[in-house]
């Protein structure tokens, strides 16, 4: 990675939407074969780029023509037909060493979105891309390829958030979030909600609730139109999982949260938007109502991340969802957040994994986490908390690696918790940590209450905090930082992140040490 002041000055003006000027005759060759212009083209790349899932030698790139982004019938303002975009891989952001090019095709079948799988690229190095059509070049993406396998390079910078809701406030977050140049981005789910604007709302949410594919494909757009959000996802490749928003509140595999007839041709279209906006492989391509999105990355020899779905296989919330006080269902052994196949998967893959650190990319909290003072004990049944057998099976498998890590998003504030063989037992071996990230808008500007209940009543829960942010993380061979960062206000735009605090993992030592 480039380190000079001068050089990451320039980084970030490139992808501020500067323009590269060199290069610019190979890209813009005319494709033979093309269709002829039936009438000008506006600005397609109103959405932005990104890049996702990294390989040692591959990374997806991404974009979507939207010349005019909010039309209600969600298709971006674009022609009904298929237009050619050329695509360029550089190993400098003024493309004067242009590695791999060429063209795909954005077809309107998938909303004119582009998922390109460049190959050919070396392993642990950064490269820069770009699109072209119709004489309209888009904003650069820097992208990075995964380390060779086996090799720990010189570390990994990686940030992690969750919860981002247009209306309750200004993704600045997601900006203070690129400005730390991190290597790699996990977003791990609520990328965008499905209410409609409410009066309370900082900034108008495009249309009604979403149900429709031309719904979810509206609210997509609108969130990609974020500078913020853009900048974010130039920035890095990005690793992403949904939870439950992007189709609708604590839906349950086939489960609505309220009965509907019509769930499952919303969730089909809820499932068809969010891979046409989002930089994933072929692979996760949804077909009906199932969409394969569990899947595993390396980093070289240092972290195998484990990204995880939590909604599409699990069985419906026990004792009627909510915080329940005794509620017998939630210990049914046979109950599954993940069912049983990913379960095998995630299962074979940890118990094969040789990396320093193994890491669950998963949306909902993992620990035991005892909403309610005094004796008796309440838990959240969205949470693994309803699923008591499923989470002891996981915690075990953690157990059984050499450094376990739960990544976390949906509950709208940052904490740090130690995994315990027993969670009834605070002296019971640990086997692993996990880390919440809060959310970028979602609640808004939060407070500084302290929770007290939830600390008093859950001992292994180090850490809690009511602002709103992102998680930095550093790995090394040696140690697992995590830095909790916050920003004062999200109401009002570009307020200043801080560090909230700050943990460390030792290798071989499955416990948080606040730095």
Not at 278 to 286: E, K
Not at 334 to 355: C, K
Request: glycine share 10%.
């Amino acid at each position: 990675m480039v380190s000079s002041s001068a050089s990451a000055i320039a980084r970030r003006n490139v992808l501020l939407g500067g323009t590269a000027a060199v290069g610019l005759t190979a890209l813009g060759t005319p494709l033979a074969g093309a269709a002829p212009a039936v009438r000008p083209l506006t600005d397609p790349f109103t959405l932005g780029v990104a890049s996702g899932d990294p390989l040692p030698d591959s990374v997806v790139l991404w974009t979507r023509l939207a010349p005019a982004p909010l039309n209600d019938d969600g298709l971006g303002g674009m022609p009904s037909r298929a237009f050619p975009v050329l695509w360029q891989v550089s190993e400098n952001e003024r493309f004067t060493r242009v590695v791999r090019s060429g063209v795909a095709l954005a077809d309107p079948r998938l909303a004119h979105s582009v998922h390109v799988e460049a190959g050919g690229l070396r392993p642990g190095r950064e490269y820069f891309y770009r699109f072209r059509v119709r004489g309209h070049l888009s904003p650069v993406g820097r992208t990075r390829t995964a380390p060779a396998h086996g090799t720990f390079g010189s570390g990994l910078t990686m940030c992690f958030a969750s919860c981002s809701h247009f209306g309750e406030g200004f993704f600045t977050a997601y900006r203070r979030l690129a400005e730390e140049h991190p290597d790699l981005v996990l977003h791990l789910g609520d990328y965008q909600y499905e209410y409609e604007t409410k009066a309370a709302d900082v900034r108008v949410v495009a249309g009604p609730e979403t149900r429709t594919l031309a719904g979810y494909r509206q609210r997509h757009a609108q969130y990609k139109t974020d500078p913020d959000l853009q900048l974010a996802h130039a920035t890095a490749p990005w690793l992403v999982v949904w939870d439950d928003h992007e189709t609708e509140n604590n839906w349950a595999d086939e489960v609505p949260e309220q009965p509907d007839p019509g769930f499952s041709d919303r969730r089909a279209a809820a499932f068809q938007a969010y891979y046409e906006n989002m930089p994933l492989r072929s692979s996760a391509r949804p077909r009906g109502i199932d969409m394969r999105l569990y899947r595993r990355f390396a980093w070289g020899g240092l972290a195998t991340f484990h990204m995880l779905d939590t909604r599409q296989y699990r069985d419906d919330q026990a004792c009627g969802d909510g915080t329940r006080v005794n509620c017998a269902e939630r210990l049914d052994p046979a109950r599954t957040i993940t069912g049983a196949e990913q379960e095998r998967w995630l299962a074979d893959g940890l118990a094969r994994s040789r990396a320093r650190w193994d890491v669950l990319g998963q949306q909902v909290f993992f620990a035991q986490r005892d909403l309610r003072a005094g004796v008796d004990q309440g838990f959240s049944m969205d949470a693994w908390d309803g699923y008591r057998a499923s989470r002891d099976r996981v915690a075990a498998m953690l157990g059984g690696t050499r450094n376990g890590v739960v990544l976390t998003g949906d509950v709208h504030r940052h904490y740090a918790a130690d995994l315990k063989a027993n969670p009834d037992q605070p002296d019971s071996p640990g086997v692993g940590v996990e880390l919440v990230a809060t959310s970028i808008t979602s609640g808004g500007d939060g407070d500084e209450g302290t929770n007290p209940t939830v600390r008093t009543e859950n001992p292994h829960i180090k850490f809690y905090k009511n602002r709103r942010g992102y998680v930095r993380t550093r790995f090394t061979p040696t140690e697992l930082r995590a830095d909790f960062q916050i920003l004062p206000a999200v109401r009002t735009p570009d307020a200043p992140s801080s560090t909230a605090a700050s943990f460390t993992v030792a290798d071989r030592d499955p416990t948080l040490h606040q730095t």
